[in-house]
């Protein structure tokens, strides 16, 4: 009976996780935002402010707000932040600069710093996730909640 009791739970445990999709403007959020919540592409302009939708994947609730990216919102960011257990980041410079022809060959290293702080994380347990993906077909993106839904 104990383990039975807590699985049974776990179908009417409607907890939801916040989710925030940040990157610079016209990075593709949006159009991830709605193929995660509607399979569809839907033709978007810049937003001001934010848009926000409940997305469930296998009984998991996300809440996901997708964060305008124009300069002039970025710095407004922080204040999305609160509570939230996943951050999707979609960031299209990134891609761009990686994908110059110079550095086609190159290998990207994330550097953990601080390793002298007494509280720091080690990088083995860090919850981050690099995933390819095309926000206009949704591939690599249901899929890949799965690894958020392992961390939560």
């Excluded at 609730?61 to 999305?80: A, C, K, P, V």
Aim: proline share 2%; with cysteine.
């Amino acid at each position: 009976m104990r383990i039975f009791f807590p699985r049974t739970w776990r179908l009417f445990d409607h907890q939801e996780h916040k989710v925030i999709i940040v990157g610079l403007d016209n990075a593709g959020k949006t159009t991830i935002l709605y193929q995660f919540s509607m399979n569809e592409v839907v033709h978007t302009s810049p937003i001001i402010g934010s848009n926000v939708e409940e997305i469930v994947i296998n009984n998991t609730h996300f809440l996901m707000w997708d964060i305008g990216g124009q300069e002039s919102f970025r710095s407004s960011w922080n204040t999305y932040y609160t509570n939230t257990e996943l951050i999707i980041v979609v960031d299209k410079e990134l891609y761009k600069t990686l994908a110059h022809e110079d550095l086609r060959k190159a290998g990207l290293l994330s550097f953990v710093n601080k390793r002298d702080v007494k509280e720091c994380m080690t990088s083995g347990n860090l919850p981050w996730h690099i995933q390819a993906c095309c926000a206009l077909t949704g591939k690599g993106l249901c899929q890949r909640l799965e690894w958020a839904m392992s961390r939560l």
